[in-house]
């Protein structure tokens, strides 16, 4: 038996069951105790909320304890060489340690692995730069001198 049933504004009715629902009118507060699903009947394994569709929202916060790649300008990473890299993507079609297409397609992603990794990718990028500019100005400081 539900607590509450009734039209949820978007086309759909919206069901609470006893003793899995527990609010708070005074602070606005909803208390879902165990698995809850929205737009679905299939709570996704390992899963305390299952959404099937989009969800909305004007801010989003990821809570972790996960370290940010700033090992990346460490003074012991070996960074790959371009040429190697090149290579990778040439034969795997997409950069190192990020999932494949089809990776992602079969299994989704982790938001906050996800965003590491390409923060991580991002700070390589930054090192590729700044060695490149070296580079560029090495070259610019020879031509000026009368070059070779």
Known sequence: MSVYSGYNG????ISLT???ISSSYTSGKILLNGPTVIGTSTVRSGCLVTVA????AQEFEIVTNVNVPDYVFGKNYKLR?????ENYINANSHLPEIPSSEQIKQNGYKVV???????KKVEELTLYTIALNKQVEALKAELAKGGK
């Open 10 to 13: 978007a086309g759909g009715n």
């Open 113 to 119: 692995e996800m965003d590491n990794l390409l923060l």
């Open 53 to 56: 569709g989009k969800i909305a």
């Open 18 to 20: 006893p003793g899995f």
């Open 81 to 85: 060489s371009l040429k190697d890299l």
